[in-house]
């Protein structure tokens, strides 16, 4: 069983933990690499039936990201408006949709806002507010969830320390249940010591989202009805996403709108041109790169004649000052492998003066990202067989974002 089914199998099926008593007052951390898909685990798999289930139960069901909030008051501002839309309507507006909160802004008036639910409390007067929080804490009491995503992403002027500490008051004080999703590694500084301390004091139970590519790719191929016209290609985008070794939800999005729009536009469509533009977007994405070919006599045939220019920076050829890494990329069966490499054949080089010698080790040095695009478009050969005329119009495609028959 893959990684996300055991988790979705754990945490709402059949009196999953999600479900039951014994995870009220509790605080689960759900972690995982960046862009593993946490937030789409979550959103597809697991949110509707949470939803259901906390309607059922006649508790709050809240979501709250932690992006753009400044305060500590916004995020609490925030949440309690969620929980207080639960109680009026037995459902969560992300669920009920914009009906159930127009009702309700005829009812309050102009101060809830879809955008910003926070601003539930805006404008009202104290009585107002105190009912309004009462019915949000009888709804997240003894049993409500709330959901906190994009931990990492939360603002410089929120003190952890002060966020961990509200975090418990709702878990222990409410005896509800708080989900946090983040990202592996996702302090730095005096922040990443704050976090190992309180995290210990504060998580009861901590779960981990690794899925492989395969499964990642799966989950995302299948939430969306408009990839079905890519089926029949399936296999070769997936095991073409593998050679790259990237698991990330957000590029595979990327890769496969963009393949999507390209059969739409009635496109060439072969597995030689499919698997480049696959290359080549999820070389864009990382690198901000682009290719072009190169045909004057320099030798280099085993590599596509790739070349790699910066797109700040137009005139620069990468490739001309690069033909010293060139060679090296058939020696090395990783990039770190293929760096020390590089940077060992330079060293070694008796042939080159004292200069030059410092004015190719600055030159690798200041230029990481190209010899990254550079070994990833040559060693992986990502446009072979595929003639010029489709090579420049993919490149034009992803570089500009607009498929055009020009």
């Avoid at 639960?86 to 909160?101: H, P």
């Avoid at 059969?263 to 690198?287: A, G, S, T």
Wanted: net charge negative; with cysteine.
């Amino acid at each position: 069983m893959s990684n996300q089914k055991r988790l979705k199998e754990y945490l709402i099926g059949e009196n999953g933990y999600l479900k039951s008593d014994i995870s009220n007052g509790k605080v689960i951390m759900l972690s995982g690499k960046w862009g593993s898909g946490k937030t789409h685990f979550w959103k597809n798999e697991l949110e509707n039936n949470l939803i259901e289930f906390q309607s059922k139960e006649q508790k709050a069901y809240v979501y709250s990201s932690l992006y753009g909030n400044t305060s500590l008051e916004k995020i609490e501002d925030n949440i309690y408006a969620q929980a207080y839309l639960c109680s009026i309507g037995g459902e969560n507006v992300v669920s009920k949709g914009y009906k159930k909160a127009k009702d309700f802004g005829k009812r309050f008036g102009g101060f809830c806002s879809l955008i910003d639910v926070s601003k539930l409390v805006d404008g009202i007067d104290e009585i107002q507010q105190n009912n309004i929080k009462n019915s949000a804490l009888l709804y997240l009491k003894d049993g409500g969830l709330i959901c906190f995503d994009d931990f990492e992403r939360k603002s410089k002027d929120v003190d952890l320390n002060d966020l961990f500490g509200f975090i418990s008051h709702l878990a222990i004080d409410l005896d509800c249940k708080v989900v946090i999703i983040l990202n592996d590694d996702v302090f730095d500084g005096i922040e990443k010591d704050v976090f190992s301390r309180v995290k210990e004091k504060t998580v009861s139970k901590f779960l981990k989202y690794e899925p492989s590519i395969s499964d990642l790719f799966d989950s995302i191929f299948d939430s969306d009805k408009k990839y079905s016209i890519l089926a029949e290609h399936k296999e070769l985008i997936v095991k073409t996403i593998e050679e790259t070794k990237e698991l990330n939800a957000r590029i595979y999005i990327q890769v496969l709108d963009n393949l999507v729009e390209w059969i739409d536009k009635k496109q060439e469509i072969n597995d030689d041109i499919m698997r480049y533009l696959i290359f080549i977007n999820i070389n864009f994405v990382l690198f901000h790169t682009i290719l072009n070919r190169k045909t004057e006599n320099l030798n280099a045939e085993p590599y596509n004649l790739h070349i790699i220019k910066k797109l700040s920076d137009e005139g620069f050829d990468y490739f001309i000052n690069n033909i010293i890494g060139f060679g090296t990329l058939n020696e090395a069966d990783s990039f770190d492998e293929y760096w020390i490499k590089l940077k060992e054949k330079i060293i070694n080089n008796k042939d080159i003066s004292d200069e030059r010698m410092r004015t190719q080790k600055q030159f690798i040095k200041d230029n990481l990202i190209l010899f990254k695009s550079d070994y990833f478009a040559n060693k992986l050969k990502i446009s072979d067989n595929v003639n010029d005329e489709t090579f420049k119009k993919i490149n034009n495609f992803i570089e500009t974002g607009i498929l055009t028959d020009e």
